[in-house]
């Protein structure tokens, strides 16, 4: 059994791989600093179950604190890293950039810094598909251009990705990023949009519509992602970069009806202008992930939409989150 080192692990998707890693009999660090972007009290209660298992170690902890994450890595000496830690929201990178790139890119570096003085130990990373960015070519595979990142946060992922390439050429760290497309499930992000439209739906609120509703996802279950990273564990790498999605791309006007129909209840739309930033479609060519993870994303969207309500309605409301 190994050692697990989790950043991000309060998180919506971290809290998940926490779960998943101590059931699979791994011992597990989680490090998380509870960044405000969104409340404690989400990122407490996404670790409930984690808390009280003997394998679990929970450290409060920033990663741009070089000399902290420095300790850290040389106490515990993780045999895996998987790097979920970062400020993920696109809207939001555009208010706050520098914060952007001081976590997700020096946060990284002060990561990798560390890692490398301890191998050997294997490193996964959360890239985004928004590091296609401008690329119209859909669907996007791995070798499609990552040159023209459209927002702060993208532009952040392709940096990062960059630096996860050096560190692998330079000191031989055996690096996989994976760039995940439109993750929802139970603990969903409360700013992203099912986790959203859902709350204000529930409460017969206008949902914020930005575009005509043409704009297309692939939305990716929690549970493919942490399936994808179990894969990863017993596969082999050097660097590379494989697509996370579903294959599938789902409108937004189609998302919201999908919603409709398994709330029974009407979506009160308010259209808005398309938002800066945000990327008009998204498709994942999964064909890389199938063959170097042997890999399946499992989940159709209906389902995972069903499962998602199911765990929403067991909810404390928590109020609004600004995107
Ligand atoms: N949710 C998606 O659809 C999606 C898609 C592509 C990529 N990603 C990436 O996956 C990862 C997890 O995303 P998520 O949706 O679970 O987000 P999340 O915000 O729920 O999780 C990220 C966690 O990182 C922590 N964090 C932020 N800054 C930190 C710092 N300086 N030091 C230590 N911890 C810090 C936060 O407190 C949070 O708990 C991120 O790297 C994100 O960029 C997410």
């Given amino acids: 059994m ?35 972007d969104y409340g404690r009290q989400i990122k407490t209660r996404n670790l409930t179950r984690a808390c009280g298992h003997d394998d679990f170690q929970f450290i409060e902890a920033d990663i741009c604190d070089r000399a902290i994450i420095n300790q850290i890595i040389s ?9 979920w830690a970062a400020k993920a929201g696109v809207r939001r990178s555009m208010r706050s950039p520098g914060q952007y790139a001081a976590v997700n890119v020096e946060g990284t570096v002060n990561l990798l810094e560390a890692v490398r003085k301890y191998l050997p130990v294997r490193m996964v990373f959360a890239s985004s598909s928004s590091v296609y960015g401008a690329c119209s070519c859909l669907p996007f595979s791995e070798q499609s251009d990552t040159s023209r990142p459209i927002s702060p946060y993208a532009a952040t992922k392709v940096a990062a990705e960059a630096l996860c390439h050096t560190y692998h050429h330079l000191y031989g760290l055996p690096i996989l990023c994976m760039r995940l497309f439109t993750v929802y499930g139970p603990r ?27 704009a297309t996802r692939d939305y990716t279950h929690v549970a493919d992602v942490v399936a994808a990273v179990r894969a990863a564990m017993a596969a082999e790498f050097g660097f590379d970069v494989v697509n996370i999605g579903s294959g599938r791309a789902v409108s937004l ?67 609004d989150e600004e995107e």
Avoid: K
């Fill in 2 to 36: 190994a050692t697990v080192l989790i950043t991000g692990a309060a998180g919506f998707m971290g809290s998940h791989l926490v779960d998943t890693m101590l059931t699979d009999g791994h011992t597990v660090i989680g490090l998380d600093n509870f960044d405000p």
């Fill in 75 to 83: 106490d515990v000496r993780p045999d895996w890293v998987l790097h």
């Fill in 188 to 214: 969903q992000r409360p700013d992203l949009a099912i986790t959203r439209f859902v709350r204000l739906m529930s409460h017969d609120r206008p949902i914020p519509l930005y575009g005509d509703g043409t």
């Fill in 253 to 319: 006007a189609a998302l919201v009806r999908m919603l409709e129909h398994q709330m029974g209840v009407h979506a009160n739309l308010q259209m808005l202008p398309p938002q800066p930033g945000d990327m008009a479609h998204t498709l994942a060519d999964i064909n890389q992930a199938r063959a170097l993870l042997c890999w399946e994303p499992q989940m159709p969207l209906e389902e995972g939409i069903r499962s998602f309500l199911d765990w929403f309605a067991q909810q404390p409301d928590d109020g």
